[in-house]
């Protein structure tokens, strides 16, 4: 059984930074694809970014692209997800998740392990 731990999230305030983590058990991890997903309140859970087994290939939602970096390190089994130039729209729950197999989609159906999930509230 694969269990994902995220940590990280918190409060800030509009402009400002957070670094997700999301440790992951098991000893296969650099074989999966990772993303991270986000859900508002009242709202569908979305697609943030995801990441390739090895590291090398990356995929963004628009509404994230060039203010969030995902990366991974396989030695820790972690996944990371640094959050720039934060704004109240990006106010979730955000769920790290490990793909059924090495692809790295943005549906969520292709995603069977997920963590509990962190609060992340950015203030205007």
């Known amino acids: 059984q694969v269990q994902l731990v995220e940590s990280g999230g918190g409060l800030v305030q509009t402009g400002g930074s957070l670094r997700l983590s999301c440790a992951a058990s098991g000893r296969t991890f650099s074989v999966y694809g990772m993303a991270w997903f986000r859900q508002a309140p009242g709202k569908d859970r979305e697609f943030v970014a995801s990441i390739s087994g090895g590291g090398g290939s990356t995929v963004y939602a628009g509404s994230v692209k060039g203010r969030f970096t995902i990366s991974r390190d396989n030695a820790k089994n972690t996944v990371y997800l640094q959050m720039n130039s934060l704004k109240p729209e990006d106010t979730a729950v955000y769920f790290c998740?490990?793909?059924?197999?090495?692809?790295?989609?943005?549906?969520?159906?292709?995603?069977?392990?997920w963590g509990q999930g962190t609060q992340v509230t950015v203030s205007s």
């Open positions: 998740a490990r793909s059924r197999t090495i692809a790295f989609r943005s549906d969520s159906l292709e995603y069977n392990y």
